[in-house]
Structures are given as C-alpha cells and as structure tokens.
C-alpha cells in the first residue's frame, strides 16, 4: 500500500496553490486553459474508447446495472448518511462536497488496471467505468441539482447544462466520431494519454484552490471538519466494498465479474469529476468541492491494489495448489 506519485503532485500543487494562487488575468489565463485541457481530455476519452468494447460489454447487462446503482444509488444514499451522522464535525461546505464525491462516476483506468491485475474481466470492466463515465456526465448534474448543491451556482441554471455539453460531451462525442480515422494514432500514444489526464487534473485543481484561497477557503475550514474527512471517506470505501461484494455474489456473477463489481462498483473517478466540478460551481466553490474526491482518489488507489493483489494470489493458490504448498 504505497502512497501513489500523484496524490504527492496533487498535494503539491494545492501547497502551491495555499502560497502562490493565481489572480487576475492570470488567473483568467489558466481559466481558459483549464476549459482547452478538458476539451482535450474528453476528446481522447472519446478516441481511446473502442466501440466494439462497448457491444460486448453490452452481454453483462447485470453487471454494469450493479455498477451504475452502487454508484449513482448507493453511494448518494450513503453520503446522506454519513454527512447527518457527521453534521457536528464538519461544515456545512464540506458536507456538500462530500456529497458531490457520492454522485460522479467511477473511474476508468485504475478500475481497468486493478481488475487486470486481480485477474478479473478486463473488457467488462472497460465497458463498465466508460459506461459510468458516460452516465456520469448527465447524471452527476441532476443528482448535484436533487440534492440542492446547485441551487445557489450557475450550476442551477441552463447556461450550466449548455457549458456541460460543450466542454465535456461535444468533445468526447467528436472523438468517437473520428476514432476510425486517428485510431491507429491514438493507440500508439500509450503513456502520453495518462500524461494528459494527470496534467489535466493538476491544471484543474491548481486553478481551482487558486480561486478558493482567495476567497478564504482555508480560513472557513477548521481543523477538526478537515479531520473528520478521514473517516468519513474510509467508511464510504468500506461500505462500497462490502455491498459490492455482497450484492455480485447475491446476483450469482462469475469471480471474473464479481472483481468488476468491486473495483468499478466501489471507485469515484478525480479524472471526470474535478472537470464537472470546474462546470457546476463557481470558481471559489470548486476546490472545496473537489477536497474529499481528492482524498478518496488516494484511499481506493492504496486499498484497490491490495485487494486486487490478495485476488490474485488465491487465484494463483487455487490453479497451483501443489506448487503454493511447497512456496508456503
């Protein structure tokens, strides 16, 4: 359970943005690149994501409704839950951005490279956490808009809508459209695709904590409200987990399944929800929005990796019994 590389750049980044936040035209400079870097992300979201992935994922109709419930159902009735159980240690702010961390989708690429690695269905689980990625983009705004978190922004409004299909669908559905043209370009890039998420996020959250300290984020967040932070993320994973588990064992999935279950039914993507954030709120309001997601995103990493790890060990028990017993 090592501490990933980029939860250490994120918190750089919101240091720096803590010392050095950006102001004024500046600040409107890195706004507008902000905006291009989403476009960007969300056009190779489009290109990266092979339709034939997607009708044959189609074939685990019972899967990916588990998945989309446990995280546009589940997780908002449990954020519910543990925010009224925590209503006399946290502020009222981080309240609503614990809520928000309930209603985006689940990630992508870790919940692809945890279900690799505990040897469960990889094409499943792509067609899944695109799946909640796509549903995400329209579903995160109408549960953001029933739990009133955007009845005082622009995210209330149907200018927000307008801004959300622009920056975000328009993009990703230019390029599912030219993929049969870039596609072998596309595939080729490799690593540079995460390059471009991460640098994306960072960009995101170094725009976004620059607005919020301005206007005093740190001074309206006491010490013991940013503590309670850490439990409450902890009991959210774990109850996830649990239900996940729980509920793919109840509907009688194949092992392969059941680890897509887990890890995609149990994840919360930074990569879609920061852009969704930097949409739905006004400047200053979205990095305390993005605050809990930020460390939920360590929190899965570290306790996914172990899990997929334990998966993949018993799976290995199971198919070399003899060869375990003479290892152990």
């Given at each position: 359970?090592?501490?990933?590389?980029?939860?250490?750049?994120?918190?750089?980044?919101?240091?720096?943005?803590?010392?050095?936040?950006?102001?004024?035209?500046?600040?409107?400079?890195?706004?507008?690149?902000?905006?291009?870097?989403?476009?960007?992300?969300?056009?190779?979201?489009?290109?990266?994501?092979?339709?034939?992935?997607?009708r044959a994922g189609l074939l685990h109709w019972r899967l990916h409704l588990l998945v989309l419930s446990s995280t546009f159902l589940l997780f908002p009735l449990l954020g519910l839950a543990f925010t009224y159980l925590a209503a006399g240690f946290t502020t009222p702010s981080l309240r609503a951005a614990v809520?928000?961390?309930?209603?985006?989708?689940?990630?992508?690429?870790?919940?692809?490279?945890?279900?690799?690695?505990?040897?469960?269905?990889?094409?499943?689980?792509?067609?899944?956490?695109?799946?909640?990625?796509?549903?995400?983009?329209?579903?995160?705004?109408?549960?953001?808009?029933?739990?009133?978190?955007?009845?005082?922004?622009?995210?209330?409004?149907?200018?927000?809508?307008?801004?959300?299909?622009?920056?975000?669908?328009?993009?990703?559905?230019?390029?599912?459209?030219?993929?049969?043209?870039?596609?072998?370009?596309?595939?080729?890039?490799?690593?540079?695709?995460?390059?471009?998420?991460?640098?994306?996020?960072?960009?995101?959250?170094?725009?976004?904590?620059?607005?919020?300290?301005?206007?005093?984020?740190?001074?309206?967040?006491?010490?013991?409200?940013?503590?309670?932070?850490?439990?409450?993320?902890?009991?959210?994973?774990?109850?996830?987990?649990?239900?996940?588990?729980?509920?793919?064992?109840?509907?009688?999935?194949?092992?392969?399944?059941?680890?897509?279950?887990?890890?995609?039914?149990?994840?919360?993507?930074?990569?879609?929800?920061?852009?969704?954030?930097?949409?739905?709120?006004?400047?200053?309001?979205?990095?305390?929005?993005?605050?809990?997601?930020?460390?939920?995103?360590?929190?899965?990493?570290?306790?996914?990796?172990?899990?997929?790890?334990?998966?993949?060990?018993?799976?290995?028990?199971?198919?070399?019994?003899?060869?375990?017993?003479?290892?152990?």
């Amino acid at each position: 359970m090592k501490l990933d590389p980029f939860a250490l750049a994120m918190a750089v980044v919101v240091v720096v943005a803590t010392v050095l936040p950006c102001r004024g035209e500046v600040a409107r400079g890195f706004a507008l690149a902000t905006s291009i870097a989403i476009g960007v992300l969300f056009f190779s979201h489009g290109a990266r994501l092979p339709r034939e992935v997607i009708r044959a994922g189609l074939l685990h109709w019972r899967l990916h409704l588990l998945v989309l419930s446990s995280t546009f159902l589940l997780f908002p009735l449990l954020g519910l839950a543990f925010t009224y159980l925590a209503a006399g240690f946290t502020t009222p702010s981080l309240r609503a951005a614990v809520l928000y961390l309930c209603i985006v989708p689940s990630t992508v690429q870790s919940s692809i490279a945890l279900t690799s690695l505990a040897r469960g269905n990889v094409a499943a689980a792509v067609c899944s956490a695109s799946l909640s990625s796509i549903v995400g983009v329209v579903a995160t705004p109408l549960l953001a808009r029933v739990l009133r978190l955007t009845e005082t922004s622009a995210g209330g409004s149907l200018d927000a809508v307008i801004d959300i299909s622009y920056q975000l669908l328009v993009p990703f559905a230019a390029g599912q459209l030219l993929r049969s043209r870039i596609r072998v370009w596309v595939d080729r890039q490799g690593k540079r695709w995460r390059l471009l998420d991460q640098g994306s996020i960072l960009l995101v959250v170094y725009t976004a904590f620059s607005a919020a300290v301005v206007q005093g984020l740190w001074r309206e967040l006491p010490a013991r409200a940013l503590f309670a932070l850490v439990p409450i993320t902890i009991l959210l994973l774990s109850a996830a987990l649990l239900v996940t588990w729980q509920s793919s064992r109840a509907l009688g999935l194949s092992r392969e399944d059941q680890i897509v279950a887990i890890f995609c039914g149990s994840k919360k993507s930074l990569a879609t929800g920061a852009p969704l954030a930097n949409v739905l709120f006004p400047a200053g309001v979205v990095g305390a929005m993005v605050l809990p997601l930020m460390l939920y995103h360590q929190l899965q990493l570290m306790v996914g990796a172990a899990l997929a790890q334990r998966y993949a060990v018993r799976l290995g028990r199971a198919l070399d019994p003899v060869g375990s017993v003479a290892r152990d």
